[in-house]
């Protein structure tokens, strides 16, 4: 998985976590993402080490959540599950003779870099516990909608 993939698959996993009590096991992250469990298991250390989720083993087991969300920004999970690397566009030669290609570079290195230093500080404002909110307001509206709808 990319890292922009990993980011966007383990923030589904940490809003699906954050409204259950039960843990997850690695099977079911595995069929909610279209995955692997291995894959699962592998992009969950990462969390692990970070302190965001833990594990338990056994009947019953699987993974949970073990922060707050209010203190976990999209930053933080984009680099507990792997960045740094936030595009996956760039350069894809370098000829150091060829006088266009080095000017050529030169723009998309510095359009890259204002981009990603950008979009890093955005995800740094934005925490888990926002994600969360806008996700259970999601699902009142819908409930609310269904409840008033005719029928």
């Excluded at 266009?100 to 510095?110: H, S, T």
Aim: with cysteine.
């Amino acid at each position: 998985m990319r890292s922009d993939s990993r980011l966007s698959r383990m923030l589904h996993v940490l809003l699906h976590m954050a409204r259950q009590d039960a843990p997850f096991t690695s099977e079911q992250l595995a069929q909610m993402l279209a995955t692997n469990p291995v894959v699962v298991r592998r992009t969950m250390a990462g969390l692990k080490k970070a302190g965001y989720v833990q594990s338990e083993k056994g009947h019953g087991g699987g993974w949970k959540l073990s922060c707050d969300l209010a203190a976990v920004s999209l930053l933080d999970i984009h680099e507990a599950v792997g960045g740094p690397r936030i595009f996956a566009i760039g350069n894809t030669t370098d000829n150091p003779e060829c006088g266009v290609e080095k000017v050529v570079n030169a723009a998309l290195d510095a359009a890259l870099a204002q981009a990603q230093a950008l979009l890093v500080r955005r995800l740094a404002t934005v925490k888990l516990s926002d994600l969360a909110q806008e996700f259970d307001a999601l699902c009142d509206a819908k409930s609310a909608h269904a409840h008033h709808a005719p029928g």
